[in-house]
């Protein structure tokens, strides 16, 4: 399947953060294949009846994985209709962490936080010019820093993979936009 050329930026940013094939008992998701986990690939397949998959995560190819991450991670969440410079970031938060990422970015707009990037959240992007942006993005990104330490803080497991998620979101600054 051809996909947008930010789309394929970012996801092949994030797939070399997801590994391949994981099952770190301290890892909430349990088994996962390219960051795909178990309830995820679950929510795929009702919503692809009748398509020719696998039954289980640990079956899934790199192709299908990736188009998990653009329906249920990109499309679904409206990462499209972001301004560039946040697409990256914000479609690898989701990936990493659902929902939040678009809670922290409304936080971070300073616009209400419920979850959905609607008029009022994009509206509030498109009249900001390319440094205001920038400065947004790594705002942005700081908070998921900051999102990430507070995981770690309240969840003794989430300690094994502090030092990963930091080299993660550190290396977000220089994702390229």
Do not use: C
Request: proline letters at 5%; charged letters at 20%; aromatic letters at 12%.
């Amino acid at each position: 399947m051809n996909y947008e050329p930010s789309f394929n930026d970012a996801v092949q940013f994030t797939l070399v953060k997801e590994g391949v094939l994981s099952d770190n008992p301290n890892d909430k998701g349990g088994l996962t294949k390219y960051g795909i986990t178990h309830t995820t690939w679950a929510a795929y397949l009702a919503a692809n009846k009748g398509a020719k998959l696998p039954a289980t995560v640990d079956k899934i190819t790199r192709d299908q994985a990736i188009d998990v991450y653009y329906t249920m991670y990109w499309k679904a969440p409206k990462i499209d209709a972001l301004p560039r410079e946040l697409q990256g970031p914000a479609f690898d938060f989701e990936v990493n962490s659902g929902g939040r990422a678009i809670e922290t970015l409304q936080a971070v707009l300073g616009v209400d936080q419920d979850g959905e990037l609607g008029p009022v959240t994009l509206g509030k992007m498109t009249t900001m010019q390319a440094p205001a942006l920038r400065r947004l993005r790594n705002d942005y990104i700081t908070q998921r820093g900051i999102f990430l330490m507070d995981l770690a803080q309240h969840n003794q497991n989430d300690v094994t993979f502090i030092k990963g998620w930091f080299k993660r979101v550190v290396s977000l600054y220089d994702f390229a936009y």
